[in-house]
Nanobody
Framework: QAQLQESGGGLVQAGGSLRLSCTQSGRTFENYALAWFHQAPGKERKFVAA????????EYIDSVKGRFTISRDNAKNAFYLQMNSLQPEDTGLYFC??????????????WGQGTQVTVST
């Protein structure tokens, strides 16, 4: 099964920005809600944000509201997470996946390798 491919991570200072991307060749995202997940060092992977198949509905966890923006480009079969005002607690691996719904956290495909985000003080 083809893997999801995350990219765009890196090392930034607190207050900085990064834009994560998620792509997958061979399978279309078009009919799915899309979601980002965060795995902090030594912690479980947790939901961060999701966007509906139409792009009309989004969900965020409270800690990233106003700082992160999820978006999608169905023509490119890609979606993104714009991360602003990054804080040290945002450090970790970020993964993307598809879901049936924005509201129900239920990733459906195999996980990719993730992309590492490190926020320094």
């Amino acid at each position: 099964q083809a893997q999801l491919q995350e990219s765009g991570g890196g090392l930034v200072q607190a207050g900085g920005s990064l834009r994560l991307s998620c792509t997958q060749s061979g399978r279309t995202f078009e009919n799915y809600a899309l979601a980002w997940f965060h795995q902090a060092p030594g912690k479980e992977r947790k939901f961060v944000a999701a966007i509906s198949s139409s792009g009309d509905s989004v969900e965020y966890i409270d800690s990233v509201k106003g700082r992160f923006t999820i978006s999608r480009d169905n023509a490119k079969n890609a979606f993104y997470l714009q991360m602003n005002s990054l804080q040290p607690e945002d450090t970790g691996l970020y993964f993307c996946n598809v879901q049936r719904d924005v509201e129900i956290v239920a990733p459906r495909w195999s996980w990719g390798q993730g992309t590492q985000v490190t926020v320094s003080t």
